[in-house]
């Protein structure tokens, strides 16, 4: 009996011996030496042109630079022993993009609030991330936090799951609105207060709320050390002079501008950005957000053809195709007012840029047909059509928003010391700004995904969404 088992086990072993071997051969050079590239401490990038985005912006070509511990530690100095080696030959290395204006999924509850109710639908937050991480995005800024987002932010910081930076802002609106409601100036400040006590360091004012309450909270907000962004209020129609008070930092929209004319000339966009400029208002165009509007209201057919519409979560998928807002309430005469928009937008591009306002990249990612990551490079594209240069267009997705976050002391630049947020992209981006989409590869705070692992991490999200998105009904959510 001891001699069979001796003879089971000495085959279990011999098997187990064949499965690891042939796990071995089977994988390729180029998954081993990815594997080992992520597993590595230090990384270096040798031979690459760097398109650092600093004020001078002097592009260092054929450079070698070493990240480890997550922050770039040399450019053009020694490589230390042991380091990993990634050849940057006739590749371009840029600051990780950073997208202004997003909106992410994360668990939520769709049923009534109840004691001891928690979420009745469920992300998974890797998968919410990875359509950003595949593009480069490498900071998000969520104008309509709620505190399922910290969580989110929390996941990345513990390492559980590769994701972007995350600001986040508390939402302040005025009458019959979901969330903080305020309808005074002392109710405005202590909504103020208590978002700071929550852990938020901006504040999203929205359209609902009247004069007193937008002013209340932006001197609030200045007082408490937060910075202000959103809409302009609907109550300044007519008068949009007295909405432009120190320290409201930055317009969500362009189209909030197109609210407070009826012309829409360009002489009315000239005037909007000296008021801007004025006041040190920045700007967010939000372009691409308003192009897909104006596709949902003639037709759906966009949004079905849409490549990128497998990376969006089911139950999303659902509700872009069958309880489309934009579509359902269409009409000749809003597809006309949408058309007006989007020209609109174009001119108060060229106006503020004339004016020297700066201008950030956002997309509105989350609202239907506005696909995280992917969008923001269509944006970047609306922009340079709209008058901005291809460098204009980087900067404002690298440094600047950097500098209104308050964080460009760790990233939205390529330099020593800051965290190693970086894309390495196959083509020179400032000679063509759709060259931002041709990536090589990606660090996400010093952790380095090539295209192969990018790849595989989209074709598996694009799977999983695949398997489910027969499961999910918008119009049935309620009983999820």
């Known amino acids: 009996m001891n001699c069979n088992y001796l003879k089971n086990l000495s085959k279990f072993l011999l098997l187990t011996v064949i499965i690891i071997f042939k796990s071995c051969t089977n994988s390729t050079p ?17 031979n690459v042109n760097i398109i650092p985005m600093t004020i001078d912006n002097k592009i260092i070509n054929g450079a070698t630079i070493v990240i480890d ?91 559980e799951i590769i994701g972007p930076r995350m600001a986040l802002a508390a939402m302040i609106d005025g009458r019959e609105s979901n969330g903080r409601v305020v309808e005074t100036a002392n109710d405005s400040r202590q909504a103020v207060r208590s978002a700071k006590a929550e852990g938020y360091n901006f504040i999203k ?48 929209h362009a189209e909030e501008y197109a609210k407070q004319t009826e012309n829409k000339t360009r002489d009315d966009a000239k005037y ?11 700007l967010i165009p939000n372009m691409i957000a308003m192009v897909w509007i ?42 006309a007012y949408v058309d007006t ?23 509105d990612a989350g ?17 340079v059509e709209a008058g901005l240069t291809n460098e204009e267009a980087l900067l404002s997705a690298t440094r600047l928003p950097s500098e209104w976050l308050g964080i460009n002391n760790k990233v939205g630049t390529v330099e020593k ?32 995904l090539s295209k192969v692992k990018i790849d595989s991490m989209l074709s598996d999200l694009a799977k999983r969404n695949n398997e489910s998105k027969d499961k999910y009904e918008w119009k049935k959510r309620k009983e999820y």
């Open 30 to 46: 180029n998954n081993l030496q990815e594997q080992e590239i992520q597993n590595q401490k230090i990384i270096v990038i040798k």
């Open 69 to 159: 511990n997550k922050k770039i530690i040399s450019i053009n100095e020694s490589i230390p022993n042991g380091a990993k080696v990634i050849d940057g030959t006739g590749k371009w290395l840029i600051p990780g993009l950073i997208d202004m204006h997003v909106h992410t999924n994360a668990d939520i509850n769709f049923r009534e609030n109840a004691p001891t109710q928690g979420a009745t639908f469920f992300m998974d937050t890797q998968d919410v991330m990875t359509p950003y991480l595949a593009n480069g995005v490498t900071t998000i800024f969520d104008l309509g936090s709620r505190v399922e987002h910290f969580g989110q932010r929390n996941e990345i910081a513990k390492g």
């Open 205 to 252: 004012v929205y359209s609902s709320l009247n004069i007193e309450s937008f002013k209340a909270i932006v001197d609030e907000a200045n007082k408490q050390g937060l910075k202000i962004v959103g809409h302009i209020p609907d109550a300044f129609r007519g008068n949009i002079e007295e909405a432009f008070v120190p320290h409201f930092d930055l317009v969500a």
């Open 272 to 282: 909007f950005a000296q008021l801007a400029k004025e006041n040190d208002t920045w």
């Open 294 to 335: 104006g596709k949902q209201a003639r037709s759906l057919d966009d949004i079905r053809s849409l490549e990128t519409l497998k990376y969006v979560p089911p139950l999303l998928q659902n509700k872009w195709l069958t309880s489309n807002n934009y579509n359902n309430s269409s009409s000749p005469e809003f597809i």
């Open 341 to 363: 928009l989007i020209y609109f937008q174009k001119e108060l591009v060229k106006a503020f840029k004339e004016a020297e306002v700066p201008i950030v990249a956002g997309t």
């Open 367 to 383: 609202t239907s047909g506005v696909v995280s990551g992917f969008s923001l490079h269509d944006e970047l594209e609306l922009m």
């Open 417 to 448: 010391e800051k965290y190693a947020d970086l894309i390495l992209l196959n083509a020179n981006p400032l000679e063509n700004i759709k060259n931002t989409r041709n990536i090589s590869g990606v660090f996400v705070n010093g952790q380095w």
